[in-house]
């Protein structure tokens, strides 16, 4: 453990004893007295979508109800605030909390706001729900086919039931009223003010394919970065279909200012464990009828990187399935990422032994969510059956067999607080339970929990050589808490305390009175 750090200019120049270094540098003009607390690197979150969290902030929250009846109340009252004609719209409801796994019909969410549109969207943001006056107007009925890579679900009589699988739940984004520049503003702004708050130095976020597009959402990042004065590091994923956009604006894959950066290619090959579509090698074991959803087939998940290697830029593939992932390991096989840069798997929530093998072989990176365990287990268990599940959510074998990994939220899905991400990776269980956690045999130890949200995250970005440690020549991004989570009771971690958030040696959160 190090006593002391000197910085300048944002990046740290050198750490030691405070007396030694007091002498060897006597200029130093401010001296900060953390009074016990504890600095680690800064914690940075390697997959979320920034918008969407600060929106979730702003809208109904649908996601800590763990009763059916009690969400159609909060629907009920949100619909007597509305204007005739004024969109309901809820982020987060998730059916497994529910003691009758209840999926509201659009017949129900009619009686509720028969005048008005209703989009609730999953928890996992794979699926969505929404009553007739949505349906009408994304001119989804009876006759519509499933989009490419969407399912709409339909009754025993044809009839579209308003649940909504992947990209068919996007016929009913694309027809809601767009969002004022205000708004994003006003939501990204919430969710930096937010993040900081958490111990987060910056996050690697998707967000640019959204919200009117990408010139529109990525000024709304330019503008809350810059006129708000934040000092965040914000990696900003570029959607496949906004690539050219990107381009055309003249932009490339890299760093823009000291705070923003453009990074990988961001392609869906799958959908969610949630609601069945992440693309599984056989059938599910609670539904034999279907085996997930292919957003891409094969062939043209090959093409989009193929495509993005002609852009000079990495992937960051979100692959849930062991067949989602076995489809993008053989296209990076065959489209090697170029000289000094990571492609990302994001999720890889499946990963059979000789897929491992194969990614031992490539320049990639594994976005986790440790959090996902304490929010799939134990309905899981019934999606996948024992024998996937004995190769599923395994993160210590990953780093055993030395696969790079880097730790994330995929918040707003999960909470954006990466305390609550590296307890989870250590426990594998929810603070109230006293069993021995989920898949034991994977849990991480506290350094290598850490390790994720550090010097994880910075390989994810090829950063490991300036972000994620204290040591020279490093940024001076630093997260403090009150108490030294490497060594605390495991149990207890949740219970430190955020002092402080410092970007560029400067404070963006400081409770530390100082």
């Known amino acids: 453990m190090t006593e002391a750090v000197y910085t300048e200019n944002g990046k740290i120049q050198d750490i030691g004893v405070k007396e030694e270094l007091e002498n060897k540098y006597p200029h130093i003009e401010q001296r900060m007295d953390l009074k016990g607390s504890v600095m680690f690197p800064g914690f940075t979150d390697s997959h979320l979508h920034m918008i969407a969290l600060g929106e979730t902030m702003l809208q109904l929250d649908l996601s800590e109800f763990t009763d059916a009846n009690a969400m159609k109340q909060a629907l009920v009252d949100k619909a007597k605030t509305l204007k005739e004609g004024q969109w309901l719209i809820g982020e987060g409801w998730n ?35 929404a009553n007739s006056p949505a349906l009408e107007k994304a001119g989804i009925s009876k006759r519509t086919p499933n989009p490419a890579g969407g399912i709409i679900v339909r009754d025993n009589n044809g009839e579209e039931t308003g649940y909504l699988l992947d990209q068919a739940a996007d016929l009913v984004k694309a027809v809601q009223p767009p969002v004022s520049d ?40 330019q503008d809350v970065i810059k006129e708000k004065r934040w000092k965040f590091r914000a ?70 990187v193929e495509k993005a290697r002609k852009e000079k830029m990495p992937v960051a593939i979100h692959t849930i399935g062991d067949l989602a992932l076995e489809y993008a390991v053989e296209s990076l096989e065959e489209h090697p990422v170029p000289r000094g840069k990571k492609d990302r798997i994001i999720h890889a929530q499946i990963t ?43 993160w210590k074998t990953l780093l055993k067999k030395g696969v790079e990994c880097a730790g ?23 603070p109230a339970e006293t069993h021995s956690g989920y898949l034991p045999e994977q849990k991480l130890t ?49 219970h430190a305390n955020v002092k402080g958030t410092v970007v560029a040696e400067e404070f963006q959160y400081n409770d530390l009175n100082i």
């Not at 959607?239 to 055309?248: A, C, F, K, L, T």
């Not at 365990?373 to 599940?389: A, C, H, I, M, Y």
């Not at 910075?458 to 997260?479: Q, R, S």
């Open 446 to 494: 506290p350094f290598e929990a850490v390790s994720l949200y550090t010097t994880g995250s910075a390989k994810a970005i090829g950063k490991e050589m300036e972000m994620g440690k204290i040591a020279p020549g490093y940024t001076a991004d630093f997260t403090i808490l009150d108490q030294d989570i490497l060594t605390i009771n495991e149990d207890e971690m949740v």
């Open 235 to 304: 990696n900003l994923l570029v959607h496949h279909e906004v690539v050219d956009d990107m381009r055309q604006l003249g932009y490339e894959y890299g760093a823009v200012d000291d705070f923003l950066s453009f990074g990988a290619v961001k392609i869906f090959a799958d959908g969610a464990l949630g609601g069945r579509t992440a693309l599984l090698r056989y059938p599910y074991n609670d539904a034999p009828e279907t085996s997930g959803v292919a957003i891409h087939s094969r062939e043209n998940l090959k093409k989009l």
């Open 408 to 430: 994330s939220s995929d918040a707003p899905i999960e909470p954006v607080d990466p305390l609550e991400g590296i307890q989870a990776a250590i426990t594998r269980k929810k």
């Open 182 to 221: 205000e708004e994003l503003r006003q939501a990204l702004n919430s969710a930096v003010e937010h993040m900081v708050k958490k111990g987060l130095t910056g996050g690697h976020t998707e967000d640019l394919n959204y919200y009117g597009g990408f010139q529109r959402t990525f000024r709304a990042f």
């Open 352 to 394: 059979p032994p000789d897929l491992i093998d194969r990614l031992k072989k490539l320049d990639v990176v594994l976005d986790l969510q440790p959090r996902f365990v304490l929010s799939d287990f134990p309905w899981v268990k019934e999606r996948l059956g024992t024998t996937r599940l004995s190769h599923s959510f395994a």
């Open 95 to 129: 059916e497994n909390n529910f003691a009758d796994r209840k999926i509201f019909h659009k017949a129900e969410l009619d009686e509720i706001a028969p005048h008005n549109p209703i989009i609730l969207t999953r928890i996992c943001r794979h699926a969505a729900l």
